[in-house]
């Protein structure tokens, strides 16, 4: 899943990489065109996370990731065939669609797999490992671009090879993929029982229950998941912005040229693995989150004053590796905040639906937000990624003075409403 979900992200971010390649030239980028560009991948990536959701509990795991995964890697690779702005476009929408299958499948397989406080490290570390993954993609921009034909610059080997690479993976990841533990190909029935049993102590876990209709608008007036994500929406501007924009900062800002600029993206990324194998696995033991992700929230917000108004290139690059790591880290470690908050299969398939689809309009504001007319500076996508990770900080103290208020009901009544008694994880 770590290896699936890293092509996702090297798919939908390669725009960078390529701009500075010389697609931009090449496509007469002008104005808005390229946020634009950026901007179409997350309509339909918004509109399909639920119903994936909806579709994957009523089909087979390792059938359902590996058709999308194949989809987006079509998508991908027709990205370096077209001829114009319009051929770019379609691809863009395309990949959004089919990559809203991606992540939201990661997260409902992982999350019924372990208990609450099990998930945590798991997560993080799979979205942080394949944040890594991606990352390398750099180097392979790199080395694709020295590809050059008479009919194919080398921008556009950056899309064939990388989607090609990414089908070739999702084929044999359906021979290796597995389902739900209850329906496990690789698991004894003493194993898969001791799995259901655990799952079934931690929360209202009943494996039989099916997502319907009237589940999800039950679990939509919650106004705990809503909560949950807005505060994914404003982290994965910061996520998706240093996704698209970093080859763009690095070269334009801090001078680098277009090759340099893309190998410098990859080091940010080993700070973020660092956080989540440390931190991620300290919160799952300490079986908290808010801290933690107010903390990932001040690394963005210090991060980003740092890159804008660092003395020195140095100090400047130094801000992009706290930026960018507290952004990564931060963005499974909500996405675990919700899933530990969520009782049942069904609450949890919703809260990481509703996550995803807001985290699609944080990816359209992440894609804005540094605009090419504010270069070099990028004055203004600065001060709005820092006010994203403040409002952040503040949205998890209020959660978490909430949540702590209905554990102490609960503990005092000996109920939480619920049939058996469930403390929410703060």
Same mark, same amino acid.
């Given at each position: 899943?770590?290896?699936?979900?890293?092509?996702?992200?090297?798919?939908?971010?390669?725009?960078?990489?390529?701009?500075?390649?010389?697609?931009?030239?090449?496509?007469?980028?002008?104005?808005?065109?390229?946020?634009?560009?950026?901007?179409?991948?997350?309509?339909?990536?918004?509109?399909?996370?639920?119903?994936?959701?909806?579709?994957?509990?009523?089909?087979?795991?390792?059938?359902?990731?590996? #058709? +999308?995964?194949?989809?987006?890697? *079509?998508?991908?690779? @027709?990205?370096? &065939? $077209?001829?114009?702005?319009? =051929?770019? /476009? !379609?691809?863009?929408?395309?990949?959004?669609?089919?990559?809203?299958?991606?992540?939201?499948?990661?997260?409902?397989?992982?999350?019924?797999?372990?208990?609450?406080? #099990? +998930?945590?490290?798991?997560?993080? *570390?799979?979205?942080? @490992?394949?944040? &890594? $993954?991606?990352?390398?993609? =750099?180097? /392979? !921009?790199?080395?694709?671009?020295?590809?050059?034909?008479?009919?194919?610059?080398?921008?556009?080997?950056?899309?064939?090879?990388?989607?090609?690479?990414?089908?070739?993976?999702?084929?044999?990841?359906?021979?290796?993929?597995?389902?739900?533990?209850?329906?496990?190909?690789?698991?004894?029935?003493?194993?898969?029982?001791?799995?259901?049993?655990?799952?079934?102590?931690?929360?209202?876990?009943?494996?039989?229950?099916?997502?319907?209709?009237?589940?999800?608008?039950?679990?939509?007036?919650?106004?705990?998941?809503?909560?949950?994500?807005?505060?994914?929406?404003?982290?994965?501007?910061?996520?998706?912005?240093?996704?698209?924009?970093?080859?763009?900062?690095?070269?334009?800002?801090?001078?680098?040229?277009?090759?340099?600029?893309?190998?410098?993206?990859?080091?940010?990324?080993?700070?973020?693995?660092?956080?989540?194998?440390?931190?991620?696995?300290?919160?799952?033991?300490?079986?908290?989150?808010?801290?933690?992700?107010?903390?990932?929230?001040?690394?963005?917000?210090?991060?980003?004053?740092?890159?804008?108004?660092?003395?020195?290139?140095?100090?400047?690059?130094?801000?992009?590796?706290?930026?960018?790591?507290?952004?990564?880290?931060?963005?499974?470690?909500?996405?675990?905040?919700?899933?530990?908050?969520?009782?049942?299969?069904?609450?949890?398939?919703?809260?990481?639906?509703?996550?995803?689809?807001?985290?699609?309009?944080?990816?359209?504001?992440?894609?804005?937000?540094?605009?090419?007319?504010?270069?070099?500076?990028?004055?203004?996508?600065?001060?709005?990624?820092?006010?994203?990770?403040?409002?952040?900080?503040?949205?998890?103290?209020?959660?978490?003075?909430?949540?702590?208020?209905?554990?102490?009901?609960?503990?005092?009544?000996?109920?939480?409403?619920?049939?058996?008694?469930?403390?929410?994880?703060?």
């Amino acid at each position: 899943m770590m290896v699936l979900l890293a092509f996702s992200y090297i798919d939908r971010s390669n725009m960078g990489l390529a701009s500075v390649a010389g697609m931009s030239t090449e496509l007469d980028f002008k104005g808005y065109d390229y946020s634009v560009m950026l901007l179409v991948f997350f309509p339909g990536y918004a509109l399909c996370v639920l119903p994936s959701n909806y579709i994957l509990h009523r089909t087979s795991v390792r059938y359902w990731l590996t #058709f +999308v995964c194949i989809g987006f890697g *079509l998508f991908t690779l @027709g990205s370096g &065939l $077209i001829r114009n702005q319009n =051929g770019l /476009l !379609a691809m863009r929408v395309l990949l959004g669609i089919f990559e809203a299958g991606s992540f939201t499948t990661v997260i409902s397989v992982v999350s019924t797999w372990y208990p609450r406080y #099990f +998930v945590g490290r798991r997560l993080t *570390l799979i979205n942080t @490992g394949a944040s &890594l $993954i991606a990352s390398l993609s =750099g180097i /392979l !921009a790199y080395a694709f671009t020295r590809i050059s034909t008479p009919n194919y610059a080398g921008w556009r080997w950056i899309f064939i090879l990388e989607g090609a690479i990414t089908i070739l993976v999702a084929i044999a990841a359906f021979f290796v993929l597995d389902e739900y533990p209850e329906t496990s190909r690789f698991l004894s029935d003493d194993y898969r029982d001791i799995i259901v049993g655990l799952i079934a102590q931690d929360r209202e876990e009943r494996h039989e229950e099916k997502i319907t209709v009237r589940r999800i608008v039950q679990s939509l007036g919650d106004w705990k998941l809503w909560v949950f994500a807005i505060m994914y929406m404003l982290c994965v501007v910061t996520s998706y912005g240093m996704a698209y924009f970093m080859p763009l900062i690095l070269n334009e800002k801090m001078g680098y040229s277009g090759a340099l600029s893309q190998l410098l993206t990859t080091p940010p990324y080993f700070y973020a693995v660092l956080l989540a194998v440390g931190l991620a696995w300290l919160s799952d033991r300490q079986r908290i989150r808010s801290p933690f992700i107010a903390f990932f929230a001040l690394n963005v917000i210090v991060g980003m004053a740092v890159t804008r108004w660092g003395p020195n290139t140095g100090s400047q690059y130094f801000g992009l590796f706290l930026t960018l790591g507290g952004s990564l880290v931060n963005g499974p470690m909500i996405i675990v905040f919700g899933q530990n908050n969520a009782q049942t299969r069904s609450a949890r398939s919703v809260s990481s639906g509703l996550q995803l689809s807001f985290g699609a309009v944080g990816g359209i504001i992440g894609s804005t937000v540094f605009r090419s007319q504010d270069a070099p500076t990028y004055t203004p996508g600065s001060i709005v990624v820092m006010c994203c990770a403040f409002t952040i900080i503040c949205l998890s103290g209020l959660l978490a003075w909430s949540l702590h208020r209905e554990n102490r009901l609960a503990k005092d009544t000996g109920s939480d409403d619920g049939e058996r008694r469930f403390l929410y994880t703060l």
